[in-house]
């Protein structure tokens, strides 16, 4: 079964400080990992995904696989940061995403 | 970039009646939309994974013969609620991905609440 687990329902940190959102999978085959975002009074949309390797607004994800995890971080937190954070899973040649519960992440001026 | 739509925003209806929800890709074309449901303070839940042309994929649990999809064109997906009870209240998002590029993405519209009284 697939299934996405984010551990910390709210994350409070302050301006400038490393932010680290936890995301664990479990999934027997090679998924894709996602991160989406959803601030405030928008829609969700796509921050990052693992395949790309890339960093978007300063915050970059590692897939490990030995501890299935897939976590966000980013050095230094900024205001604008502050947002609902979804991890997702693909698996396989499905199309579907799995969500995990999200973590409202909160900047603290 | 690409952009859903969903109609209506909200929409609140009476106990026993069917609601339907519209949602459109706007500059891109969607052989496949989703459906999901969100729960006050709780994550998305995929209800189905409609398919242009063909039946709706529904998830375990979600009944088909209450939540309609109807996916008739490249741009355009339904999900009609039908003889709706309060338990049905809840937030109902769309998204899809964009066919021709075979991207991976999936763009989401903005919502639909809907409330059942």
């Known amino acids: 079964a697939q299934r996405v687990t984010q551990p910390e329902k709210l994350l409070s940190v302050f301006k400038g400080a490393p932010v680290e959102l936890k995301c664990n999978y479990s999934y027997s085959g090679s998924p894709e990992l996602f991160w989406y975002v959803q601030y405030s009074r928008q829609r969700l949309q796509l921050l990052l995904r693992?395949?790309s390797r890339e960093s978007i607004k300063g915050f970059t994800a590692d897939l490990n696989k030995g501890e299935t995890s897939f976590h966000l971080k980013k050095p230094f937190a900024q205001e604008e940061d502050s947002a609902m954070y979804y991890c997702?899973?693909?698996?396989?040649?499905?199309?579907?995403?799995?969500f995990g519960q999200g973590t409202r992440l909160t900047i603290n001026p | 970039g690409a952009v859903v739509s969903q109609h209506p925003s909200r929409v609140i209806c009476k106990s026993g009646t069917s609601v339907k929800i519209e949602c459109r890709s706007l500059d891109f074309q969607a052989t496949t939309m989703f459906w999901y449901r969100q729960f006050p303070k709780q994550s998305l839940m995929l209800m189905a994974t409609?398919?242009?042309?063909?039946?709706?994929?529904?998830e375990q649990g979600v009944e088909k013969d209450k939540f309609l999809i109807n996916h008739a064109s490249l741009t355009l997906s339904t999900l009609t609620v039908t003889s709706a009870h309060p338990e049905d209240s809840s937030f109902y998002i769309c998204?899809?991905?964009?066919?021709?590029?075979?991207?991976?993405?999936?763009?989401f519209g903005p919502g639909t609440r809907l409330t059942v009284t």
């Open positions: 693992h395949i």
């Open positions: 998204s899809a991905r964009d066919s021709r590029t075979g991207r991976y993405e999936q763009y």
């Open positions: 409609s398919n242009e042309g063909s039946k709706a994929t529904y």
């Open positions: 997702a899973l693909q698996g396989g040649g499905a199309q579907k995403l799995v």
